[in-house]
Structures are given as C-alpha cells and as structure tokens.
C-alpha cells in the first residue's frame, strides 16, 4: 500500500472531494442546501453512516461473498440510516423535518454504496475509517460552502445553528433565484467551474 | 377523476421529482450524454417505479402499519426495491427479449436511483391512498422521462458548442439543468 493512513483521509477533503471531484451523490447535496444548517446536518448523518458502514463492511469483508455483496452492503447501510433516522427524530426534530426524506434517502446515496464497494470491500479497518471519516467530512464541507453561498445571497443571512445570522443589512434585496431550485443546479454547476478552475493551475 | 388529472399534472409538471425535487439526479447527468441511453433510462424508470410505487404502498399499508413496524420502512422499502429490480431483470430476459435487450444495463442501475425510493416514501407521507399512489408514481415517472429526454436534447447540442474549458462537462451540465430546472419552475403558478 502506498498511501499512509493519513493520506487515504486527506484525500476525501481535496482530491476526492464529493460531490465536486467524484460526481456522485447529488440529489442531497441540491436539495437541502438551502441552508448552511442543513448541509451541516446532513453533512454529519452521512459522514456517520458512511463511517459505519465501512468499518462494518470492512471487518466483514471477508465473510460477506463476493456474488451478494451488493445486497449486504445495501442492507448494512439501511441498518445505520435507520439507526440516523431516530436518533435525529429524538434529538433534533426540526431538523429532521427540515431534511425531511433525504434521510432515509442516504441509503441510495451513490456515494457511501461507492465506497463500501471501491474501497471498504478491499481494505482493512482502519483504513476503510480514514476513508470514510475522510469523504464524510469532504462531503459536509462540499454541503456547507454550497449552502453557505446560497443562503447568502438569497437571504442575506447565515444559520449556523437555529438561528439565522443577518450578514447584509435590512435594505438587501434577497436574490431568491438562488434558494429556489434552479439557484441549486447553477450554483454548484458554478462551484464546480471555479474547482476546475483553481484545481487546473 | 379531475384530482387525479391535477395530481397527475402536477407530479409531473410542478413538482417534477428531477428539477424542482432533486431526486434521481446521479442518472440524470449520467445518462444524458445520447439520446438513446437517456430513453432507455426513462423507459426503465418508468416501468420499476410504477411497479415499485404500488408494491411498497401495499407493503406499507397492510404489512408495516398493521404491525406497527413502520420504523422498518427504510429498510423495507430498499429491499423490496433491489429484490424487484433484480425480479424485473430475470423475468424480462426470459420472457420478453427485445424489451430487456433495450433496458439492459439500464435496470440494474435503477436500484441506487432515489427517484425510485423518493417517490415510494413521497407516496407515503402524503397518505396517498391506492389509486393516488399508482397515479402518482406513474406522472413522477412519466416526469423523469420528460425532464431527462429532453435535456439529453440539450446536452447533444451542448457537445457541438465550443465551452470554455474550466466549464466543460459536469459543470455546464448542470447549469443547463438549471436553465431547464427554471422552465419547469414557470408551472409553479399553474394549479
């Protein structure tokens, strides 16, 4: 193995960054953008089942054949998003009713079934942790900036947590574009330009 | 009848389960590079999620309600949805060849596509009930199809248009779908 521990993590954070570098996983990362809180939120959730389910994958890994390993992968990602489901259901219920079905929709996130099969499946467990932690933090950070730019703009505040921070003065004139559907595709169809950009010099 | 044509119509135009919902966006901007795989993907989606629509409904009424397991339902729903695509896939290459010649690859990809399982947990949470729930996966269906064929339209004149390079393919793809995405946001006033 070349890469070191650290080096399989840090690679989630800028080489691999979802959703900019491997384009997967976008669904979540349009539509509960609205916010920072949110791609915060979600951010977390998936980091914590993406963690879980390659830990758990990787231990497995050579119990679990090889012909049905998509269906264990899919039934131990389920396991955690429900585990996700009701923790958040307990603790933070206006944000669970905020992200509403994206939660359950993690499952079929391409992302953590992705790294379960790329990586988990064929790597120890620690590694796979670094992996995950690794991706998962790329991802809420992806979700954060994402969230952060649209929120600006098209409400001049920023929520951290609950409660929204004005950043622009009263006289603003929100620019609703963004918070609204199409704002989301432009956006990160942007965000990605400006990757491109900065990642080809 | 009138609700379920309005039902119909705004599932497929006004909350459009791809642009105005941001479900199933991975095969959205995947298979859209030719035509003929964008149709063959909205065929197959149309075909599972009728199937898959119906099929969960029925599971979550009289199974999961019943027994008041209802916190079972992701894992359920998956289930039921990778075991149906797989089901699909075995009784179409046996019994109808030319049908699965042209779904082919398309079908096994329709188990990580969240506009299935999006539309299932919508049904659900609406408290649809059965008809409301077929006719709505049907337009939710019928709407991915619409808004991936005509954006792989797009996307094929895209390709013989010289864009600048940091913009190049993901990136100036989802931009048109914004643009798109802004089309369908026009309907918004309409029911």
Excluded: H
């Excluded at chain 1, 959730?45 to 269906?71: D, E, Q």
């Excluded at chain 2, 009784?91 to 042209?102: E, Q, V």
């Amino acid at each position: 193995m070349a890469k070191s521990i650290a080096q399989e993590f840090t690679k989630g954070l800028w080489e691999e960054i979802p959703p900019f570098r491997l384009v997967l996983g976008l669904c979540p990362v349009l539509a509960v953008t609205k916010t920072v809180e949110n791609g915060i939120g979600m951010g977390l959730a998936t980091t914590f089942v993406l963690v879980c389910s390659n830990i758990l994958v990787s231990s497995l890994r050579k119990i679990i054949p090889g012909k049905v390993r998509i269906a264990c992968f899919i039934i131990i990602i389920a396991t955690f998003v429900t585990v996700v489901e009701l923790v958040m259901q307990a603790f933070t219920y206006p944000l669970f009713l905020k992200l509403g079905i994206f939660i359950p929709l993690i499952v079929v996130n391409c992302i953590v079934l992705g790294r379960s099969e790329a990586f988990a499946f064929k790597n120890g467990i620690v590694r796979s942790l670094a992996d995950g932690l690794g991706i998962g933090i790329g991802f809420t950070l992806a979700l954060a900036s994402l969230g952060a730019v649209r929120e600006l703009f098209g409400n001049g505040t920023l929520t951290i947590w609950e409660t929204p921070i004005q950043i622009f003065g009263p006289s603003f004139q929100p620019f609703t574009f963004m918070v609204e559907a199409p704002g989301a595709f432009v956006c990160l169809g942007l965000m990605l330009c400006l990757m491109n950009l900065v990642g080809s010099k | 009848m009138g609700d379920y044509v309005l039902l119909a119509i705004s599932c497929i135009l006004i909350n459009n389960i791809l642009l105005a919902q941001f479900l199933g966006n991975c095969p959205f901007l995947g298979t859209s590079k030719k035509m003929e795989t964008a149709v063959g993907m909205a065929m197959a989606v149309v075909f599972v999620l009728v199937m898959a629509g119906v099929i969960t409904w029925i599971l979550n009424t009289f199974v999961l309600v019943t027994l008041g397991l209802e916190y079972l339902r992701t894992i359920v729903f998956i289930l039921v949805i990778a075991s149906l695509v797989q089901f699909v896939e075995m009784f179409l290459k046996k019994s109808i060849p030319a049908l699965y010649a042209g779904l082919g690859i398309f079908l096994p990809l329709i188990t990580t596509n969240c506009a299935v399982m999006g539309a299932c947990l919508i049904n659900v949470n609406e408290e649809y009930n059965f008809m409301q729930a077929l006719v709505a996966s049907f337009s939710y269906a019928v709407g991915f199809g619409l808004a991936l064929i005509l954006f792989a339209g797009v996307r094929e004149k895209i390709l013989l248009a010289r864009v600048p390079k940091p913009l190049q393919d993901t990136s100036i793809a989802l931009v048109t779908a914004g643009i798109l995405s802004l089309t369908f946001f026009a309907f918004k006033g309409m029911v």
